[in-house]
């Protein structure tokens, strides 16, 4: 026989149980009984009846004696099964102060040392409780307790209707999506809620359609089956896809004096994806810039290779920022930018060079200032840029120390060694003429000596 008392259960043998049944009789019987001396004749003639019922009944159950006990380990859950999945649920089991709670998910450890367990799962499972009791190390494991589960709703998506990147624009707000559950029910059985997205863009008439999507973005939907489950996914929404376009200028350097780039493209996707149309804008057309409002009318050229003069007015090095629209098959739309700095002209004109056929210093180069000194050494396959790049076109014109022109050249090209003219000092005129100023020459005089060429 057992007895289930504050959690525990009490096994007690054949005579423990005979004595207090017996004891209970005489207690009862001296109770009820009219006389005295009937109660103490009961108590003399069954002594060794009674006195063992008091000391049995009195330390099992007054003086909390767990002899013989067992702690109780069964579990319960909080609500009806099957249950949702991935939807948290509780186990309990009976809570004792001074024990330890181990739980087991099929055959694995779980977290948790608590009567308590949250949790939540995606088939059916079983659970185990193992308690331990601190202070006597007694242990008791719990039956297999099962857990079954609903079929998971499983979410897919389709979409039906792509839409350009653009989504400030309205045919980048034309995606068309829709949902489909499958698990216990067939799709169109399930409740389909979407997330972020107007009343309007839901299909009236099918809840798992939603239209007037942008692209490349997350939209959410929650769906539902008719035992309540909930399941959750995202879809990122995709575009047509856009050309990859490679803008090239030539040069990617200008200068204010001869301010022309040529500007081309190239479709690198040209096997999949074609061009339908474009158009350039160049960046330099704005509102109080000296060619406003007449540069609006090449703000839009849809030339393949245009040529683009830059030339407002400028006091220090500036960029510009052009870019080229380019259109798909479908009408969406994609922006390149290309950057081009213009510089101002600031030439160095050297005073001296070496035609000695060392490779060093052999020819009388004017190119760009870049912060040298006259005698600094400068090697011909250093490739310096020619004053067609910073001017529209220019003239050359060196004399010798009587006025008598020993060398000339228009549109010089860097390539005067000297010729056959002897170590001297030599006198240069040189004219150019600029974009920003075509009525007047920039001129620039001065003196260079040839020396060391053992003429």
Not at 385 to 412: H, I, M, P, T
Request: with cysteine; charged share 20%; net charge negative.
């Amino acid at each position: 026989m057992h007895i289930d008392f504050t959690g525990y259960e009490y096994f007690l043998s054949a005579n423990e149980v005979l004595i207090i049944i017996t004891g209970f009789i005489y207690t009862f019987a001296m109770f009820f009984s009219t006389s005295t001396n009937h109660i103490l004749f009961l108590i003399m003639k069954d002594f060794k009846v009674f006195l063992p019922f008091f000391l049995v009944f009195f330390l099992l159950l007054l003086s909390g004696n767990k002899l013989n006990a067992q702690l109780n380990c069964d579990i319960s859950i909080s609500q009806a099964m099957p249950v949702c999945p991935n939807v948290d649920f509780e186990l309990t089991a009976f809570e004792y102060s001074n024990c330890t709670y181990t739980w087991e998910k099929n055959g694995e450890l779980i977290q948790g040392n608590s009567y308590k367990l949250i949790t939540n799962i995606t088939e059916t499972a079983n659970f185990t409780l193992t308690i331990t009791d601190n202070a006597t190390q007694e242990e008791c494991t719990s039956a297999p307790f099962e857990v079954s589960c609903h079929t998971p709703i499983e979410i897919d998506f389709v979409q039906f209707q792509l839409t350009c990147t653009n989504g400030d624009e309205p045919n980048g707000n034309t995606a068309v999506v829709k949902a489909i559950a499958t698990g216990e029910f067939e799709p169109d059985e399930y409740h389909y809620y979407w997330q972020d997205v107007a009343y309007f863009q839901i299909d009236p008439n099918d809840s798992s359609i939603v239209n007037s999507l942008k692209a490349h973005q997350k939209y959410a939907i929650e769906v539902r089956d008719d035992y309540g489950c909930p399941a959750w996914d995202t879809i990122r929404t995709d575009a047509y896809p856009n050309p990859i376009i490679e803008v090239n200028s030539d040069p990617d350097t200008a200068f204010i004096e001869n301010p022309y780039v040529t500007f081309s493209f190239v479709n690198l996707s040209e096997d999949s994806i074609q061009v339908s149309n474009h158009y350039w804008n160049f960046g330099d057309c704005v509102e109080g810039s000296a060619n406003y409002p007449q540069c609006l009318d090449d703000i839009s050229t849809s030339q393949y290779a245009p040529v683009h003069a830059y030339g407002n007015p400028i006091t220090r090095d500036t960029t510009y920022y052009a870019s080229l629209t380019v259109y798909n098959q479908q009408g969406c739309d994609t922006t390149y930018v290309k950057d081009v700095l213009v510089k101002l002209v600031n030439l160095f004109i050297p005073n001296v060079f070496t035609p000695n056929g060392d490779g060093i210093n052999d020819y009388f180069i004017i190119t760009e200032n870049q912060n040298s000194g006259g005698t600094e050494e400068r090697a011909e396959y250093d490739n310096y840029d020619v004053l067609a790049k910073y001017y529209e076109s220019s003239q050359l014109v060196v004399f010798n120390r009587w006025g008598r022109v020993v060398y000339e050249s228009g549109n010089y090209k860097n390539d005067w060694d000297g010729g056959n003219l002897p170590d001297g000092v030599y006198f240069y005129v040189l004219k150019c003429q600029g974009y920003s100023n075509p009525d007047n020459d920039f001129v620039y005089k001065g003196s260079v000596t040839i020396f060391g060429s053992g003429r």
